[in-house]
């Protein structure tokens, strides 16, 4: 605030004629800066009677675009400010809005993607799994990710496809979920992320193991190792592709001596996910 010149009055002086003006947008960004002037301050009233301003704000600047992608954006932004402000209902409605602008966008065969817009959609699918709304993320990031790969840009793929199974694996679809890091593993291989790719091929090798796929996890464990190799990757990766194609191969003793060296450098999440591929394949009888 200081380096602007102007106290705090001042400025909601300022944004309230931005405001009347029909400025929203300029109005909608003092007003959030000084929903986090107050905050620092800890002065909750204001914090949050500044967010509540900066939401209709951004919302009002939302309703008077023409550009998808764009309005996109702003009603985010205003789901952000309401959920700040404690106006969860409103926040609902601006999700509402994301959503509508999503199927708009989504059903027309001439929309011309770019970065912007596939950012939009990205931040949409965030917003909405915060929320809980699981299946509408993931068909956000899916789509998105899809979006990206069209264009070119395999990098922000590999994250949307990561993030659409990270959405199916909190729903307990695993099917999608490593159908989603599959996908994931190859943009980034495509792209030369090398040690993205190969977590990816990892996780999604143990998820088919878990399911008794073992020839599908053997060619995602051989694929890994490729990444590994390609990317010079000497980490606790090399050692995990290993073991994804020792146990998709059946040596489960071999597999455990690999295991046993890396264990703990894994959180639990991932520890259960192995130790639950080396019991599909001891109960397989493949062992």
Request: hydrophobic share 45%; net charge neutral; proline share 1%.
């Amino acid at each position: 605030m200081a380096s602007e010149g102007r106290d705090p009055d001042a400025l909601a002086d300022l944004a309230e004629r931005a405001f009347r003006g029909g400025d929203y947008e300029v109005a909608a960004r003092i007003f959030h800066r000084l929903m986090v002037y107050y905050g620092i301050l800890n002065d909750e009233l204001n914090r949050r009677r500044f967010a509540l301003r900066a939401g209709e704000c951004y919302m009002l600047a939302a309703e008077g675009l023409n550009n998808p992608s764009r309005a996109m954006m702003l009603y985010f932004r205003a789901a952000l400010s309401f959920m700040d402000g404690g106006a969860s209902e409103r926040a609902y409605l601006c999700r509402l809005k994301i959503w509508d602008y999503y199927t708009l966008i989504a059903g027309k065969s001439d929309f011309r993607w770019d970065g912007e817009s596939i950012h939009a959609l990205k931040l949409a699918g965030d917003l909405l799994a915060d929320c809980g709304d699981l299946i509408k993320a993931a068909a956000i990031y899916h789509n998105a990710a899809e979006r990206a790969v069209d264009i070119g840009k395999y990098q922000l793929a590999g994250g949307l496809y990561r993030d659409a199974g990270d959405c199916y694996k909190r729903m307990d679809r695993v099917d999608l979920a490593l159908e989603s890091y599959l996908r994931a593993a190859e943009a980034y291989f495509r792209c030369r992320s090398h040690f993205e790719a190969a977590w990816n091929y990892c996780e999604a090798g143990f998820m088919l193991l878990h399911l008794n796929r073992f020839r599908e996890a053997l060619e995602a464990a051989e694929k890994a190792e490729l990444a590994c190799r390609e990317g010079q990757i000497e980490v606790f990766l090399k050692d995990l592709s290993r073991i994804c194609w020792l146990l998709s191969r059946g040596l489960v003793d071999d597999a455990k001596k690999y295991w046993d060296r890396i264990r703990g450098k894994l959180r639990g999440e991932y520890v259960r996910l192995i130790e639950s591929s080396f019991r599909a394949v001891r109960s397989s009888g493949s062992a």
